[in-house]
């Protein structure tokens, strides 16, 4: 089903065109070659099965990416605890943010000036370092050492989850515009295996070797191989080599002739405006802003469920059942969140997504028993979903294909870093406020101003489409 849209979208989309676009340039170049018909040459699309392969690849990638992430959150605090006390608990976590905030800046830049392929193995490398030291340090080290040596195995983790984040903003250079929902959609989906994978096998195999949580690293382990693995199966040729075609059309045929659309479509993407003068734009800077708050919101909330959950006196497994519920309902609903961003349109659909959040968080406090903990946290993943995917896809319509590297880097460094500022200061502000419900009042009224924000976009696009009409 998938494959059959792509491939009605890839013909459509290939279609000459010598308009350009609200959103950006074209992504074809018509070219003339000795006379012959017009050919067009596509510098970063494939065919419909070949882009569907390496979307698929990616959103396996992101699995395995998350899996391991989600390991090391439910895990890091604890281990650090029974290193160095609790004072510290909360160290290499925050790191690991910290590290992933700082790299998400230059990822995508990196990858456009290194090679896409080359940067995210390096991705996943740093991963398999940081999960091999985390193991040393729990299985053969004691004491300042062993928490020195896990701290410092945080760090490269960081960088690694900064790429894998990354790994939907790719997606969209495989596919065509009007796949981009979907495609965003197929890579989130991968979290559908992530959720239970991450959280269940660490209640498993943090006993599973002698020492306490030696078998939740070796487990980390694995999965940065299965993402390395993943990676080298994608070609990322296109991307990497965008000239490729042309080139081999200059071997064949000699000189090649660009029509005059087409000669200006090139010069087009070729143009790099000033990052400043693209983030100051209300629509652009509207967009990050609801990215940040849904990823932020929705990540204060997760962090903070499981200590009241254990406050209230729920045991270990109800408190991760309800976890592993909420992150299938943060990533369940890709199957089916591209086609209804494609259907409704996706400044609507980011609406009803914030509807969704805010819903999950004020449900909260109706009561304290595990089934409201349990449906309200799923609620809050369902409304992540529906909010996040559709103000990722609006995003990719900001920036040329130039543009890309910066533009992104600025994108992820303000997203991934408020996640990371929430995240660490989350247990702090619910130890302040004393209360879950007071906490969960105060998040709400987070979310609340992006719901706001949100219908103010929704009416100014309405507007917009309403004069154009006319």
């Known amino acids: 089903m998938i494959?059959?849209?792509?491939?009605e979208s890839i013909s459509e989309n290939m279609e000459p065109d010598h308009s350009e676009t609200a959103q950006g340039p074209m992504e074809n170049s018509v070219v003339k070659i000795d006379g012959d018909d017009d050919h067009e040459v596509s510098n970063s699309r494939q065919n419909p099965k070949g882009m569907l392969w390496n979307v698929c690849l990616l959103g396996a990638g992101w699995c395995f990416g998350i899996a391991s992430a989600f390991a090391q959150i439910s895990t890091s605090a604890l281990v650090a605890t029974e290193l160095a006390g609790a004072e510290y608990s909360t160290v290499p976590l925050g790191l690991i943010m910290l590290a992933s905030a700082i790299s998400a800046g230059f990822v995508p830049i990196l990858a456009q000036r290194y090679g896409t392929k080359r940067v995210y193995l390096v991705g996943g490398l740093s991963g398999l370092l940081g999960g091999i030291l985390c193991f040393v340090a729990v299985n053969s080290l004691e004491g300042e050492t062993a928490f020195a040596v896990f701290v410092l195995?945080?760090?490269?983790q960081g960088f690694t989850y900064a790429c894998t984040n990354n790994f939907r903003f790719v997606a969209t250079q495989f596919s065509t515009p009007e796949f981009a929902p979907k495609a965003i959609s197929i890579v989130m989906a991968g979290g559908i295996f992530a959720a239970p994978l991450g959280p269940l096998l660490t209640v498993w195999s943090r006993t599973a070797l002698s020492v306490l949580y030696a078998g939740a690293y070796l487990q980390?382990?694995?999965?940065?191989?299965l993402l390395i693995i993943s990676l080298t199966l994608i070609d990322f040729g296109r991307l990497d080599r965008p000239k490729t075609a042309q080139n081999s059309g200059d071997e064949q045929h000699g000189d090649i002739e660009r029509s005059e659309s087409a000669t200006d479509n090139v010069k087009m993407q070729e143009v790099k405006r000033p990052l400043l003068k693209i983030i100051s734009r209300r629509e652009v800077v509207s967009i990050i802003v609801l990215?940040?708050?849904s990823y932020s919101g929705m990540a204060a909330l997760m962090g903070v469920t499981p200590v009241s959950m254990s406050e209230d006196g729920f045991n270990f497994n109800q408190s991760t059942t309800a976890i592993v519920g909420h992150m299938l309902g943060m990533f369940v609903p890709s199957?089916?969140?591209?086609?209804l961003v494609a259907k409704t349109g996706p400044y609507r659909f980011m609406m009803f997504g914030f509807l969704v959040l805010l819903f999950g968080s004020l449900l909260f406090l109706v009561d304290r028993s595990l089934a409201i903990y349990t449906t309200g946290i799923l609620i809050v993943g369902v409304g992540w979903n529906f909010s996040f995917i559709p103000a990722s896809a609006i995003f990719t319509t900001f920036f040329t294909s130039a543009e890309r590297g910066y533009v992104v880097g600025f994108n992820e460094f303000i997203v991934i870093g408020s996640v990371g500022i929430i995240t660490a200061t989350a247990g702090t502000i619910f130890e302040k406020i004393g209360s879950w419900n007071k906490f969960v009042a105060v998040f709400s009224c987070y979310i609340g101003v992006s719901v706001i924000l949100c219908s103010f976009e929704v009416y100014k696009v309405h507007c917009k489409s309403k004069l154009t009409n006319e």
């Open 3 to 7: 494959s059959k849209e792509l491939s």
């Open 153 to 156: 195995g945080s760090v490269p």
């Open 220 to 225: 980390v382990i694995v999965l940065y191989i």
């Open 291 to 293: 990215q940040a708050i």
């Open 335 to 339: 199957l089916f969140t591209g086609h």
